[in-house]
Each structure stands twice: as structure tokens, then as C-alpha cells.
């Protein structure tokens, strides 16, 4: 199995623009999914065209411009730190179509993609129109941003979340996996975890696990870096003293969250 996490890599700046991270079906173990993320500064510029693929383009932190040679959205993010845990601006763009990520202030740009096969309309992703919930209790909570949910149609394959846990709360928890394609009772989504820890030196633990241990991996996780998940249960502790965040991608087969719990522990879900 190829290492399942990525460190962030920085010194290769171009123009204002510095890749991250660049997470590809040809240097990870991902089918369905590929992630980016990009820092720009002021007036520098991302482009990129788009072959059988979709993109959502997230507006991380600071301010952009989003185009995709016919609609504009200016002045996208609504943060400079994702600890302000307000929800922020997306755009969707998909096939056959090329972009450009402007930056209007130093940004952080996260690319969420996935395989597509239909072009569909380009659409922003307004603060607004996050759905935002709470999840959990006792020391399983956490804050979650939807920002492209399976409820949402104007999308081929892509599912992509916020989350925020609690100082020494669990996440992603009990384990729950989504690697099997029987449904309606689990789907199969591949999925990525970008991590941001608060304070910035802090640390969370993340275990990527399959049922007959094959793949088994427990790693300490860093602020910025990438967590692959190819298949497996794959829950998050966060220490005490700080905060996690982390924005998932999702994308397989069919475009529908359905996951499994580990047995030995869903009896977590049911205490009084």
C-alpha cells in the first residue's frame, strides 16, 4: 500500500504560486478522487483545463476571483483562518472547461476533484449556502460545513465536508467505513483529509484500517497535512489543548454517502 499521508511542500513558488500539495491518481492510490491545494499571492494567477473531470474550487482562506472564461465570481472566502469556523465560498466548474483562480488577497485554494463523465452548469457555492450541523455527544463532537452534499444535484461524483473537532474529542468516530459497493446499505467512496490543527504546532492521530488488517496504518498527523483514504475505517483523535480541523473529499461509483460502522464499536452511538 503507498504511504497514506502527505506532507505540505513549500520553496516551489512560481509567479506567486505555490502547489501544496498535489494529490494525483498517478501518485497516490485514488481512482475516483485528486486533490490540490495552492497558495497564491496577491494578483497571481491558477489555470487549468480540464479534461474528463470536475472541480470544486474552495476558497479556503483569503480572498479570490473564479472564472471559467464565461461567468466570474469575484471576491470569493469569507476568512483568514478556517478557525474563524465560518463557512466560505466555493465554485464548481466541471468538464471540458478551463479555470482561473485569481487571488485578490494572499489565499489558500483547495481543489477538490473527481472523474466525470457529463459536462454540467458552472455554479458558486455561496457561504450561505452551507448546511451546517452538530454532530456527536460527550467527547465526540464536532462542527460540520456541507458544502457539497450528496443532496445536491448540480454535481456529477464530488461530496466535499468541513469539520471541526473539539479539543480532546474523537472524529470520524465510531470508525466507519464507506469501501464496498452494496447498496443501499454502504457505497463505495474513496476519500481525502486535509488537516489544520489550532494552535499551529498542534498534532491529531488518524488510524486508516481495513477489517482483516491489511492495510493498518496509525499516523501522527501535522498542521497541513494530507490524509489519503483508499478504503478502511478511519476515525481522528484530537489532544487536548487544541483544535482540529479538516475538509474531506469524497467521490466512487455512485454519488451517495453511505457508510458502515465497525460493529465492535457501535454500541458508542447508543449510551445514555
Given at each position: 500500500?503507498?504511504?497514506?499521508?502527505?506532507?505540505?511542500?513549500?520553496?516551489?513558488?512560481?509567479?506567486?504560486?505555490?502547489?501544496?500539495?498535489?494529490?494525483?491518481?498517478?501518485?497516490?492510490?485514488?481512482?475516483?478522487?485528486?486533490?490540490?491545494?495552492?497558495?497564491?499571492?496577491?494578483?497571481?494567477?491558477?489555470?487549468?483545463?480540464?479534461?474528463?473531470?470536475?472541480?470544486?474550487?474552495?476558497?479556503?482562506?483569503?480572498?479570490?476571483?473564479?472564472?471559467?472564461?464565461?461567468?466570474?465570481?469575484?471576491?470569493?472566502?469569507?476568512?483568514?483562518?478556517?478557525?474563524?469556523?465560518?463557512?466560505?465560498?466555493?465554485?464548481?466548474?466541471?468538464?471540458?472547461?478551463?479555470?482561473?483562480?485569481?487571488?485578490?488577497?494572499?489565499?489558500?485554494?483547495?481543489?477538490?476533484?473527481?472523474?466525470?463523465?457529463?459536462?454540467?452548469?458552472?455554479?458558486?457555492?455561496?457561504?450561505?449556502?452551507?448546511?451546517?450541523?452538530?454532530?456527536?455527544?460527550?467527547?465526540?463532537?464536532?462542527?460540520?460545513?456541507?458544502?457539497?452534499?450528496?443532496?445536491?444535484?448540480?454535481?456529477?461524483?464530488?461530496?466535499?465536508?468541513?469539520?471541526?473537532?473539539?479539543?480532546?474529542?474523537?472524529?470520524?468516530?465510531?470508525?466507519?467505513?464507506?469501501?464496498?459497493?452494496?447498496?443501499?446499505?454502504?457505497?463505495?467512496?474513496?476519500?481525502?483529509?486535509?488537516?489544520?490543527?489550532?494552535?499551529?504546532?498542534?498534532?491529531?492521530?488518524?488510524?486508516?484500517?481495513?477489517?482483516?488488517?491489511?492495510?493498518?496504518?496509525?499516523?501522527?498527523?501535522?498542521?497541513?497535512?494530507?490524509?489519503?483514504v483508499p478504503a478502511g475505517y478511519h476515525p481522528v483523535a484530537v489532544p487536548d489543548g487544541y483544535e482540529s480541523y479538516y475538509l474531506n473529499v469524497m467521490a466512487g461509483p455512485t454519488r451517495i454517502w453511505k457508510f458502515h460502522n465497525e460493529?465492535?464499536?457501535?454500541?458508542?452511538?447508543?449510551?445514555?
Open positions: 500500500m503507498a504511504n497514506l499521508i502527505r506532507k505540505p511542500q513549500t520553496g516551489c513558488s512560481n509567479e506567486g504560486v505555490t502547489i501544496v500539495h498535489n494529490v494525483t491518481e498517478e501518485n497516490s492510490p485514488l481512482k475516483y478522487v485528486e486533490f490540490k491545494v495552492v497558495d497564491l499571492k496577491p494578483g497571481a494567477k491558477y489555470a487549468e483545463t480540464l479534461p474528463k473531470k470536475e472541480v470544486c474550487v474552495v476558497a479556503l482562506t483569503g480572498k479570490i476571483n473564479v472564472s471559467d472564461g464565461e461567468q466570474t465570481f469575484e471576491n470569493l472566502g469569507t476568512r483568514e483562518s478556517v478557525f474563524e469556523k465560518k463557512p466560505t465560498d466555493s465554485a464548481y466548474i466541471s468538464n471540458d472547461r478551463t479555470f482561473e483562480v485569481v487571488a485578490v488577497s494572499d489565499a489558500r485554494v483547495v481543489l477538490c476533484y473527481s472523474l466525470s463523465e457529463k459536462q454540467l452548469p458552472t455554479r458558486l457555492i455561496k457561504a450561505e449556502d452551507n448546511g451546517i450541523e452538530q454532530r456527536g455527544k460527550y467527547n465526540n463532537k464536532r462542527l460540520v460545513h456541507n458544502i457539497l452534499t450528496d443532496q445536491d444535484d448540480f454535481a456529477n461524483n464530488l461530496l466535499v465536508v468541513e469539520v471541526y473537532t473539539e479539543s480532546g474529542n474523537w472524529s470520524s468516530y465510531p470508525p466507519h467505513k464507506h469501501d464496498q459497493d452494496n447498496l443501499p446499505h454502504e457505497s463505495f467512496l474513496e476519500e481525502t483529509y486535509y488537516h489544520e490543527m489550532n494552535p499551529r504546532q498542534g498534532f491529531v492521530f488518524q488510524r486508516v484500517y481495513t477489517d482483516d488488517r491489511v492495510l493498518d496504518e496509525t499516523m501522527t498527523v501535522e498542521n497541513g497535512d494530507v490524509v489519503l460493529p465492535a464499536h457501535e454500541w458508542i452511538l447508543d449510551r445514555k
